[in-house]
């Protein structure tokens, strides 16, 4: 499962939520894919997840690890050209996205998942909203007014209850999200005669 969130701390109630996503992800033998960075929210949610004895996957652009914001303790930590290539992979490996609170970096990879879905750039991903304290209401208010005015009506395949999986428990937004994850076409029979 994919994570995008603040490299900021922001405050207090924002922080503990992270790391109670990253604890709840390496509970349940998920494993995280995130940003790889060790600030901020970032930093938490994969400390978290690997205290708690998960696997985690940071994906970087060379820009930022050469910044020294890279964190160093990942099960893997994998240096890309760019941000907009580290969205591509973070977006086509996850089966499910979270994304809590954050600031304009968490708004731009939620923005290229519902604007890439519209258009079928994406491949279709659960996406749930960690709505810690209301954090994202002004936006989810922002999208039922758009639909209301007729700017999602290219949406139409997917109804908004399904572009807008919120909670304020990481627990349930996370079994939300499984629960809409596609089941993996079944294996293969070996067709090959028996001899
Ligand atoms: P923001 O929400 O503006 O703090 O940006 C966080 C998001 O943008 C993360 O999910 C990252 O993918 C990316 N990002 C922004 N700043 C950094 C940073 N210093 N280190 C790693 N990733 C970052």
């Known amino acids: 499962m994919a994570v995008f969130c603040g490299a900021a701390h922001g405050s207090d109630p924002y922080l503990q939520a992270a790391a109670a996503t990253g604890r709840i992800l390496a509970e349940h033998d998920i494993h995280l894919l995130y940003g790889g960075g060790c600030l901020g929210l970032m930093g938490a949610v994969a400390d978290a997840a690997l205290n708690a004895g998960g696997q985690v996957t940071g994906i970087i652009p060379g820009f930022l690890q050469s910044l020294g914001v890279a964190h160093g303790d990942l099960t893997d930590l994998r240096m890309v050209l760019d941000m907009a290539t580290r969205k591509q992979h973070l977006v086509e490996e996850a089966d499910a996205l979270i994304a809590l609170p954050g600031g304009f970096g968490t708004l731009d990879e939620l923005a290229h998942v519902w604007s890439g879905n519209a258009l079928g750039l994406c491949p279709p991903r659960p996406l749930g909203l960690l709505n ?12 039922r007014t758009a639909a209301d005015c007729g700017f999602l009506a290219h949406h139409g395949h997917l109804p908004l209850e399904d572009l807008l999986l919120t909670d304020d428990d990481p627990a349930q937004l996370i079994r939300t999200l499984l629960a809409r994850v596609p089941a993996a076409p079944a294996a293969e029979e070996d067709l090959t005669p028996a001899a």
């Open 132 to 143: 810690t304290h209301g954090f994202y209401s002004p936006l989810i208010a922002f999208v």
